[in-house]
Every structure is written in C-alpha cells, then in structure tokens.
C-alpha cells in the first residue's frame, strides 16, 4: 500500500503570495486536505477527516460511462447502474437506499458519459454500514433476469419522463449525435429504448466484471472518523475483492472540425424555438480550460453576462440564454443555448449571439468582468466543498475524470492567473464558425404520437 | 426564470433515484405509487448489513440574537469554516398579502426589486454583484407567506455587497420600461413551462383544491401580470418591506457584533411603518371527489397527481401526518416506491408529499408513468392510499420512519440552508423555543392510531381530487373507474 498524506482536515491558512494588481486584501485560502492510499487490489482510497459536522460522506466513482458502450448497447452503463441497487451477496434487493434513508442518510447513484458514481451521507455512526454496502456490491453483484427486466423499466420510463416526454428532449440527444464522430460520446447517456430491449443478463455480467474492479475505482470518504481506523475498516471490507484486467480504451479524441454542422428539428412537444450551439475544445483540464471557463463567465454567466444583458435584457429577442464549458476526459465542448421569444426568429438571435462573440474575440474584456469571473468561481468553489458530500464527489471525480484529485486545491488558481489576453486568445481559437454545431428547434402542429423527428 | 435548461442537466447525469424530499413549503414534482401487498414488496433485508442500533442525537446549534434600533431582528449561526455568509431578510407579506384583483403583486414585487434603484441601474446592479462574487435573489410566491430576499457572497467583501443590498433592499424604484421587459419575458417563460405535462398537473390539482383562494395560484394569472403597473409594486413595497415587518436570518464567517455594526450602518436608518395584519378566509377545499383529465395528444407518459387539503403548519396534525406521509410516499423507501417503481417497474418515481403554511396545504401522491400502465398505475396508488388509511402500519415500519425522521438531523448541520430554514420555520410559526430540540419526541409519540387517522382524514375519498394529463384517447376509460371524468381545459 502506497500512501500520500496531505494533512487531516479541511483548514483555513493565509495565502502567502499577494495577487498582483488584486485591489481586495488577500483573500483566505482554502484547501482540502486528503490522504490517499492505494489497497493492494488497486482500490485508489482517499480520506478528508473532518470533526465539524458528526456525518461521513462516501463516494465511489468507477471509471466507466457512455463512453465505454458498443454500438448496439446504448444506455447500458446507466441500465448497469441502476443494477447496484438491486442487491449482492449480503445486501437484499433496494436494501441498500432502503438501509440509508431509514438510518437518516441520503443517497444517489449517477451516470455520465464519462463516469458512474455511487454517494452516500449519514449520521458518523453509520459509516461501516456504509463501508459494507459499497464493498459487498463491488464484490458480488447478484444479476438476475428478473431484476434486469424491472430496472430495464424503470430506466425506460425515465427516458421516457426525460426525453420523449419533454420539449426539446429529443434535441439534446440529436444534438451529441451530430457534435460529435466517435462512437463514445456521439450517443446518449440515456440510450434508446431498442438498445435497452437488446441488454442481456450476460452483458450485465461481462459489463461489471470488466468495469466494476477495484482497480478501475476510487473510494473517496470525508468526515467524522479517525483515519487509522477508517482505513482499516476500508481494507477489511475492500482489499480481497479481486483485481481485473485494466478495461480496453477508448478513443475520445475527435479529429479537428472542418466546417460547421447544422441540423433542425421540428418538436411537437416544443412551443417555441430553441437554439443549441456548441464549438469544440480540448480535453478536460487542458491548458485552456480555465481561460474558457472565464470566457465563459463573462459571455453568459448570470444575469450581468454579455449575452443575458444584450439579447435578453436590451434587444428581448429570448426568453432564456446562457451556457457552459464542458470538460470531458476526451473531447469536450463551449455551449450556448437560447429560448426564442415565440414572436422572434431563430436566425436573428442565432446572428446576435454571432455579434457578442466577434465582440468578444475583438477587443479585451473589461476589469470588471474578469473580476467576477474569479469572485464568482470562488463563491462557488466555497459553496461546493462545504459538504462532506460534495468535497468526497468532487474529489472522486476529478479523480476520474483529470488524474487529479488535487485540483480540488489549484483550480482557484488556475483561475486567478487568467489574463484578459489569454480570454481573448481562446475565444479566437475556439469560438469559430469551423468549429461551431448549430441545432435549431421549431414547435410543430401536435401530431399523434409521433416522436420529434430530424428535419430536412 | 433567467436560466435555461442545458444540455448536461437533462441528459448527462442520469440518477438512479430521483429523490425529492417532502418539503413544507411547496408540493414535490409528480411522481405517484402502486402497492402490491406487503408494504416492503420491493425491498428485501438480509439482515447482514452492520447497522449502529443507535440514532445519533444531536443538538442543532443556537442562534444569537440581536435587535437594531429599528426594530429589525437578526440572527446569526456563527460559522467560520469557510470564508462566506449568506443572510436571508424575511417580510411578513407575501402572494397572501396582495390585493385580491391583483394576486401576483408581492411576486413581481420581489422579481423586480434588483431592476433599479435611485442610485443604481439594474445593469449596475446585476454587475456591481457579480464583480464582488455576491449573489441576491428575491422570491415571493403569489400564496406565500413572506416575501424572502437572500444574499450570499465572500467574507471578504460583506461590507460592499450589504451596501448595494440595502439599496436593493429599501430604494428599488421599478422601472415601467423594466416592468414591461419583465412581463413579456414572463409570459414567454410561462408559455414554455406549461408545456410540460408535470407543470399542467400541477396547476391544475392547485385549482382544483383551492378555487378561488390564492393558494390555487402556482403562478399568477396572465391578466393580472399584463396588468401591474409600477405604482402597484411601490404601493406594495412601502407597506410590506420595513424593518419591523421583518426578520434576519443570517450565516457564516462573522461575529454577531461585526454583523450588527455593519447592519446598523446600512440599515439603520430605515423607516419604520405601520402595518396591516394580513387576514384572508380559509379555503374551503374540494365539496366533492372529482377526476380531471388534460388531454395531451400522443403523450407518451400520464402524469398523476392524486390528493386533497391538508393541515396548516401549526396543526396538531402535523407529527402524525409528517410520519404518515414518511411510511406512504416520503422517499424511496416508501410504500408508494416501493410498489410502483421497484415492484411493478411503472416509473421513475413517484412520491407523496404535504404542504402547509399560514392556511391549510395540500396532501398529493404524483408520479408519471407510461401511458400503458395508467390503469394498473391508478389501482396501485388508490390501493396505497386505502391501505394506509385501513389498516396500521407495521411496527417495523413505524420504527424506521422515526430512525429516518430523527437522524436526518445530523446531515442537517452540514447544510446552512438546512438550518437557516429551520430557525425561519420556528419564527415564522412562532413555535416554541425548544422545538427543534423537542422534536424526536414528537416523532416518537406518534402511534399506528395516529397515521391512520390522519390518512383517512385528510385523503378522505370523499374529497379527492384525481389530475390526469396525458392521452385522452388511451386513458379516458381507465380514469372512469374513480369518477366521471372531465376534461380540463390547459391554462
């Protein structure tokens, strides 16, 4: 067993180094604290103890998501995911959420294209419990017919609830089909309901032995425990559960767009228009990363954003504008997406948006706005590591996602050493019309039980 | 309403449960249940896990407290774990407190407080906030209670973000041609949200427990909202967002007399005003079972919301029904999930919830299901909703609802929001000091007698209110069987 100790709690210290040109005294810095171990299986395990609150947090992220599906089984990582909850050797059929919420905890499993995590929070005086739960799944997953049939429901139905029952539900998952061509992240999380159908009890076995190893995972627990005894209770439950082969990989990196997609859809559901527009990235994490989240910050975060300001607020051509950088483990992407006022176009709000990124690319942000993007990254940072929840999944993800856990302690400053050049330079290399996908949404007459279809 | 749905929030993240804890304030999206039989049909305990026997008791931490000199008082949960506050200013007067032609005032009230000042423009506003890493919303719901204006930023810059949230808070001047960009906005997001089918059943189970008193409204009516005009939300500013009409709620990196200080120096001046009491007759509820359909050409899901009136806050009920509706519907460890999510693979999810304020609340299940199980969907939720109502519950089941109602505190002390909602509770209702702490014994009181009885009381058949909205074609014979069905036209 390998082990890096970083400290033992989450503490405040004064930073050492003043922020040149910062007008504010220095703000406090924060860091999480965590120790990390490696169990002889691979089990990468990280603890934060933390005496503040008297709950534990745990999250186990496995490094598996869309991405890792074949053509023919789209949705299964999910599908997989909800088999977790179905029972293992010790642990009955919904025993597990059953166990936690009745013992005043919380819980949740979650699906992405690029990873699948399992959390949960209880009183401190529960964490074995925890513990147990989390290992007897890695170790013994009991896979049935039955039990796949039921889940295979359930999830059809939250597809049914999330997508083809919702206004533009469709479009978001036209949307990946058309942004990206390799397989992994060209297709949905959700996957189709076909695919569903063809999912059988072998594929769940085939899918937990190569994915779900201890080797392929990373435990993460904070909160009210002692290490030493946390780690044992860790290796008594988790070291013998047999390491695997490492799982294939994946190719996630998409070659360099050439020219823009465009697609419209009509959608019954819909009432008004909708615009999806995305411009590719580099990998998560990258050199770039934070220069585009401030890019991002200032073109469309909140209501003092460029784009809320201009096209909602000044010109009132949508209803709702804003957007994201998503960084993936492969190629990720800058989104901007618009509600069109029902009495607009879709082409004169899509040439607005056009206007405010030139603007953008042409002449250096202002002070201020390069100010808030580091104050509200900050606020939000501090609000997402309050919780022992939080800063384990935080933590777990990054993990999966970066190779580093650590970033939970330098992505502030990555942050503050973002300059108005370097905004300027990313927005000029990626927010191109070569690189741009544009997906438009038109309501449609309601037709009977016809699914939106592509257009022309 | 500024934000939009991204694309990662509907698709990316896909959860395995979609929990939605039963909540005082608002009734939970749709989600509904079946039973089977046993009321844990769809768990099975192998009686191998190593659960601590024990409930981990704790205390939740005490407030200190302060008045200013006008009246104003505050309290602060004193927190220095990371360098952040956030503070909460309570109005007594919200959606209740409007003019009866005019409910939806105290809402666009507080949706416009930030869209200018005497001294700043809502440009500046939003800008001055943003570049000091602060945020302030303000909410108001046309039957809430209060109006409620929140604020959180950086420790660092407490001193600046309270002087532009005094000015927010007691200069707003409501700009008309802000008010008019407000109203079109609206009611383009009001046209997109009615397109969701959970969003029409809603509104739709509100009205048809309420009639014509506020607590029907989710949102206003589009006549009142094309109607305001900036003298209303003035009017309604003066009377309702004084000192003396209010208290502060607040958490974080400061000590109560840096907070006072810093209060007093913004604040301190601030006028107060005589107020009036805010009186409105009960609401009646349903005079009789009905079932409403909405059709929805070619739907692929219903969506069901099945309940009636419930209790106000500061009902006697309250503790049976708050252990009632944790056995039923309260989580996934409920009968109603249980039954129709994990036994019968009907839904994603499905939940029943209770809600009560100043004036009686509603009791709902609600779920969506696909429209081919409508029918076995409604005989597992009135199977459910007869159960608990005719038989006790288990005492194994009555034992965990406790362990979950009292434990569930522990996780509360690591959410802020968590406390500062409990202490608000306690202001709001004027319950007694020691209420939080006598709170696992009022859980521990409740009886098997008392669940059912307020199950039969308050899902009374004689009083349910049955929302379908789905395809009127597929659906309409199978909802006949609870009631003639009548359409329903959509707001």
Known sequence: MMARRYGMCLCLALAALPIVGATAATPAAVRVDFSEHTLKNGLRVQLVEDHTTPVIAVNVSYDVGSRNERPGLTGFAHLFEHMMFKGSKNVGDGEHFYQVFTNGGAMNGTTSSDLTVYYEALPANQLEMALYMEADRMRSLDITQAKLDNQRQAVQEERRLRVDNQPYGRSYERFDEVFYDKFGYKHSTIGSMEDLNAASVQDVAEFFRIYYAPNNAVLTVVGDFKRDEALATIKKYFEDIPRQPAPPPVDLIEPKQTAERRETLTDPLARAPQILIGYKIGVGNDADQAALQVLSSVLQGGDSSRLYQSISKEKELVSGIGGYVEERIGTGGFYVTATVRPDQKPEVVEAAIYEEIARITEEPIADWELQKARNATRLGYLQSIRSAQNRANILGSYTILFKDPNLINTRLQKIDAVTRGDVQRVARKYLIPTGRTVLTTLPAPAAPAAPAAPGP | ?491
């Open chain 2, 1 to 491: 309403m500024n934000t939009v749905t991204h694309k990662n929030t509907v698709l990316a993240l896909l959860s395995s449960l979609l929990f939605v804890q039963a909540s005082a304030q608002a009734p939970t999206p749709p989600g509904s249940a079946a039973p089977a039989g046993a009321s844990t049909k769809g768990v099975e305990l192998k009686g191998k896990v190593p659960v601590n026997p024990q409930t981990l008791r704790v205390q939740l931490p005490k407030p200190q407290e302060a008045v200013l000199k006008n009246g104003l008082r505050v309290s602060l949960l004193e927190d220095h774990k990371l360098p952040t506050f956030s503070m909460q200013l309570y109005f007594n007067g919200g959606g209740l407190a409007d003019p009866a032609d005019k409910r939806g005032v105290a809402m666009v009230t507080a949706s416009q407080l930030r869209e200018g000042t005497k001294q700043r423009s809502s440009r500046e506003i939003a800008e001055q906030l943003a570049t000091l890493g602060a945020a302030l919303s303000s909410t108001a719901g046309p039957a809430s209670g209060e109006s409620v204006v929140s604020v959180t930023g950086l420790s660092d810059n407490v001193e600046q973000t309270l002087a532009i949230a005094s000015d927010v808070i007691r200069n707003p001047t409501f700009p008309a041609s802000e008010l008019d960009k407000f109203r079109a906005r609206f009611l383009a997001q009001l046209q997109i949200q009615r397109a969701n089918p959970g969003f029409q059943a809603q509104e739709q189970f509100m009205r048809a427990i309420y009639g014509e008193h506020p607590g029907a409204l989710v949102v206003p009516s589009e006549p009142v909202i094309k109607g305001l005009t900036s003298a209303d939300l003035a009017a309604f500013h003066a009377a309702r967002y004084r000192p003396n009409n209010a208290f502060l709620i607040a958490h974080g990196d400061i000590t109560l007399k840096d907070l006072v200080a810093k209060l007093e120096h913004h604040f301190g001046d601030w006028a107060k005003a005589d107020l009036n009491k805010v009186s409105l007759p009960p609401p009646k509820g349903p005079e009789k079972a009905r079932v409403l359909l909405v059709d929805r050409p070619g739907s692929v899901q219903t969506s069901l919301w099945i309940g009636s009136l419930g209790i106000e806050r500061n009902s006697d009920d309250y503790f049976a029904m708050l252990v009632m509706n944790h056995i039923l519907g309260g989580g996934p460890a409920s009968r109603l999930f249980m039954n129709l999510r994990e036994d019968k693979g009907y839904t994603y999810g499905v939940y029943s919830s209770f809600t009560g304020t100043t004036f009686p609340g509603v009791v709902v299940a609600s779920t969506d299901v696909r429209t081919a199980v409508t029918e076995g969907a409604m005989h597992e939720l009135d199977f459910e909703l007869q159960r608990i109502a005719n038989e006790p519950v288990t005492e194994r089941e009555l034992t965990n609802a406790r362990r979950a109602l009292i434990g569930r505190f522990a996780l509360s002390l690591d959410s802020p929001l968590s406390l500062m909602g409990n202490l608000a509770t306690q202001k709001i209702y004027k319950l007694p000091a020691d209420y939080w702490d006598t709170y696992p014994q009022r859980v521990e009181a409740i009886t098997p007698a008392d669940i059912q009885r307020v199950a039969k009381k308050y899902y009374d058949r004689g009083q349910l209110q049955i929302i379908a909205v789905g395809d009127a074609k597929q659906v309409g014979k199978v909802l006949e069987k609870y009631g003639a069905v009548e359409p329903a036209t959509p707001m």
